[in-house]
Structure formats: structure tokens, C-alpha cells
């Protein structure tokens, strides 16, 4: 990944953090951000005291302003462009399997669409005007946006919001636009139930560099695919 510049939107914990590491360590410069300073700045300094290059910035997807000057920050100090855009930022308003969606807020279920489904579309959309020729932009999510199961209230419900805005993305865009889909990942967001965010890291490395434009373009890639492709 030498000499490419990625962008990690929610990288100060999760899938977002170990993806900023590793790209990191494989050789990107990658520009990431959260929407708490200290600790987008202290993943930050860890991967440069590690050997990698990292800028950290505090930005919050709700907002736009704060994602255009995140993206205009990546692109100056890109060698081309912005080739990766890896929008990891989101939340989920209650306890897996235990947050129907009935009894969700409004507020919550507004906030859930807000950071799950139009961080990514704000992410994208800024992306756009710096994004060099050949760059991807890779989508986490999971199963549960598809398979509907109970007590995923608002979150599920954003999460398809989010996959249906990659689809249309990749309707639209000479860009690969795509998916990737690691299963459930042991994050704040799952409880700390399920595989390790390294895992994750592993998977959308290899969507970012190894799999065809063909393959992640308005596809879902997952862990099935990874293994097939890597065995």
C-alpha cells in the first residue's frame, strides 16, 4: 500500500482503528478522524510512533463542513488524490438483539440515519472532487442489514439506508463503490461479542488492493469471498 493515501472516518476505536493500523503499517498515509480529539489524536500518534504516517483530525460525519475539510486535508497532502475512503463512523442507540424498533426514540432513530447512512453518503459525496483515478471506497457493514432479526431497531434499519446508498453510488460512479461485510466484530457496538477487528482489517485489505474493480463495485464482499479468494 506504499504511496497511497486513505481516508478512515470513526477510527478512534473498532473496525475504523484497526483498518487506520493496518493500512498504516502496510505502507498508506492515512488521514483519520473522530468525533473525540484526544483520542483520534492518540491512535494517531501511536501509528506514527510506530513507523507509519497518520494525520489525525477531529470531525463528526453529521456534520458536512467537517467532512469536506476532512477530505480536502487528505488530499493535500496525498501524492494523487485520495485512493481509499473506508467510512467506519457509526452507532447504535441500545443493546444488540434487546432495541426493538417500536420502542426506539425519534431522536434515536434520527441519529442512527444520520451517522450509519448519511455519514457514508457525506463521506462519499465530499470524496468526490479528490478521489484519484483508481480509488475505492469501502462501506463496513453487516448481515443484519439485509436479514432482518429482532431487537435491532433503528441501527438495522440504517445500515440498509447506508448499503442502498453504496448501490447507488456504484450506479453512478466510474469509481468502485462497494461493501465489505467482516460478521460481527467485537466493538462498542456489538457489546465486544464477536471476531477480533483485526479480522475486519484483513478483509477490507484485501478488498482495498487484492479483489477486482468488478468484484467490490456495488457488491457485498465478505468473509466467504476473502477466504475462497485467499485459500
Same mark, same amino acid.
Given at each position: 500500500?506504499?504511496?497511497?493515501?486513505?481516508?478512515?472516518?470513526?477510527?478512534?476505536?473498532?473496525?475504523?482503528?484497526?483498518?487506520?493500523?493496518?493500512?498504516?503499517?502496510?505502507?498508506?498515509?492515512?488521514?483519520?478522524?473522530?468525533?473525540?480529539?484526544?483520542?483520534?489524536?492518540?491512535?494517531?500518534?501511536?501509528?506514527?510512533?510506530?513507523?507509519?504516517?497518520?494525520?489525525?483530525?477531529?470531525?463528526?460525519?453529521?456534520?458536512?463542513?467537517?467532512? @469536506?475539510?476532512?477530505?480536502?486535508?487528505? $488530499?493535500? /497532502?496525498? !501524492?494523487?488524490?485520495?485512493?481509499? +475512503?473506508? %467510512?467506519? &463512523?457509526?452507532?447504535?442507540?441500545?443493546?444488540?438483539?434487546?432495541?426493538?424498533?417500536?420502542?426506539?426514540?425519534?431522536?434515536?432513530?434520527?441519529?442512527?440515519?444520520?451517522?450509519?447512512?448519511?455519514?457514508?453518503?457525506?463521506?462519499?459525496?465530499?470524496?468526490?472532487?479528490?478521489?484519484?483515478?483508481?480509488?475505492?471506497?469501502?462501506?463496513?457493514?453487516?448481515?443484519?442489514?439485509?436479514?432482518?432479526?429482532?431487537?435491532?431497531?433503528?441501527?438495522?434499519?440504517?445500515?440498509?439506508?447506508? @448499503?442502498?446508498?453504496?448501490?447507488?453510488? $456504484?450506479? /453512478?460512479? !466510474?469509481?468502485?463503490?462497494?461493501? +465489505?461485510? %467482516?460478521? &460481527?466484530?467485537?466493538?462498542?457496538?456489538?457489546?465486544?461479542?464477536?471476531?477480533?477487528?483485526?479480522?475486519?482489517?484483513?478483509?477490507?485489505?484485501?478488498?482495498?488492493?487484492?479483489?477486482?474493480?468488478?468484484?467490490?463495485?456495488?457488491?457485498?464482499?465478505?468473509?466467504?469471498?476473502?477466504?475462497?479468494?485467499?485459500?
Amino acid at each position: 500500500m506504499d504511496g497511497l493515501t486513505a481516508v478512515v472516518t470513526g477510527a478512534s476505536r473498532g473496525i475504523g482503528e484497526a483498518v487506520a493500523r493496518r493500512f498504516a503499517a502496510e505502507g498508506a498515509r492515512v488521514v483519520l478522524c473522530a468525533r473525540e480529539k484526544d483520542e483520534i489524536e492518540a491512535v494517531a500518534d501511536d501509528i506514527e510512533d510506530a513507523g507509519g504516517t497518520a494525520t489525525a483530525m477531529r470531525a463528526d460525519v453529521r456534520d458536512e463542513f467537517d467532512v @469536506e475539510r476532512l477530505m480536502e486535508t487528505a $488530499a493535500r /497532502e496525498s !501524492d494523487g488524490g485520495i485512493d481509499l +475512503v473506508v %467510512p467506519c &463512523a457509526g452507532v447504535f442507540h441500545g443493546s444488540p438483539g434487546e432495541t426493538p424498533l417500536a420502542s426506539d426514540s425519534y431522536s434515536a432513530f434520527d441519529d442512527s440515519f444520520r451517522i450509519n447512512a448519511r455519514g457514508v453518503f457525506t463521506a462519499v459525496r465530499e470524496a468526490l472532487p479528490h478521489l484519484a483515478d483508481d480509488a475505492r471506497v469501502l462501506v463496513p457493514s453487516g448481515k443484519i442489514a439485509r436479514d432482518a432479526k429482532p431487537g435491532y431497531g433503528s441501527y438495522a434499519v440504517s445500515k440498509a439506508a447506508a @448499503e442502498a446508498v453504496v448501490r447507488q453510488f $456504484a450506479a /453512478e460512479l !466510474d469509481f468502485p463503490v462497494g461493501v +465489505v461485510e %467482516p460478521g &460481527a466484530v467485537a466493538t462498542d457496538l456489538t457489546g465486544g461479542q464477536g471476531r477480533d477487528p483485526e479480522d475486519a482489517a484483513d478483509l477490507i485489505q484485501w478488498a482495498a488492493i487484492e479483489a477486482s474493480a468488478e468484484e467490490v463495485d456495488g457488491n457485498v464482499l465478505g468473509l466467504k469471498e476473502f477466504r475462497q479468494a485467499t485459500a
